[in-house]
């Protein structure tokens, strides 16, 4: 399917387990972006990549990891879960160039629960 | 430091009426863009408008209107006869061109239309 996917979308998972939450986009897009939604928080950035082998920081980034081998994927890893990362979790992809700025297309999340 | 308020939590109207999100940002750089986001109940976010910091003249599109004015650092959102298929969660948003990565997320306003 065309757009951006992400799996699973649901997960229960306990703490220490180590998780990891998948996204592919199908328009070859630069930036991949993951983001954290909580109550109250909006929208918190937590890794990005301008493009294959290119991954930065965000706001809140520890206790993820992300790697990003190919353009399409861009997947996520919380190595030890803990329970303040319940939280739903969004993929979003962009070309973040010229008049695409900041245009972010967003798959339908990930929402995960850790015990 | 960047920052974006949205200090309406939630707001709730009767069908028809028009209502406004207010939307009030902090940044110190002198170009930058504004976005609205809209997060409807199924969950996924879909991308509204952009505004570049220099193009201050309002836009309509539909019964949507967004108002910028930069000497009050404000980017507010009217909804004009509104609709219940507008409800959902709307979010501002502000990023500097010169990282197309670093999009801030307003708390996000959440807008109940009533029947």
């Known amino acids: 399917d065309a757009g951006i996917t992400q799996s699973p979308r649901y997960k229960i998972t306990e703490t220490g387990r180590q998780v990891t939450l998948m996204c592919h986009q199908t328009?070859?897009?630069?930036?991949m972006f993951w983001y954290r939604q909580d109550l109250g928080h909006g929208l918190r950035l937590i890794y990005y990549?301008?493009?294959?082998?290119?991954?930065d920081k965000g706001e809140v980034p520890d206790g993820y990891v992300v790697s990003r081998s190919k353009t399409e994927n861009f997947p996520l890893t919380l190595e030890s879960a803990t329970r303040s990362q319940t939280s739903v979790y969004f993929c979003?992809?962009?070309?973040?160039?010229?008049?695409?700025?900041?245009?972010?297309?967003f798959g339908p999340g990930t929402r995960l629960t850790v015990l | 430091a960047q920052k974006v308020t949205q200090a309406q939590t939630e707001i709730s109207v009767v069908e028809k009426e028009d209502v406004t999100l207010d939307c009030v940002y902090e940044?110190?750089?002198?170009?930058?863009?504004l976005f609205w986001y809209k997060q409807p109940p199924s969950g996924e976010l879909v991308f509204l408008i952009r505004?570049?910091?220099?193009?201050?003249q309002n836009e309509i599109s539909g019964r949507y209107s967004w108002n910028f004015q930069k000497s009050t650092s404000s980017f507010n959102f009217t909804i004009t006869a509104s609709q219940v298929v507008d409800s959902a969660v709307y979010f501002c948003a502000l990023s500097p061109p010169s990282s197309a990565s670093k999009i801030i997320f307003g708390s996000g306003t959440r807008l109940s239309i009533r029947p």
């Open positions: 990549s301008a493009a294959a082998d290119i991954t």
């Open positions: 940044t110190r750089d002198t170009t930058y863009y």
């Open positions: 979003a992809s962009s070309e973040g160039m010229g008049l695409a700025v900041g245009e972010q297309f």
């Open positions: 328009w070859s897009h630069s930036y």
């Open positions: 505004r570049n910091s220099f193009d201050e």
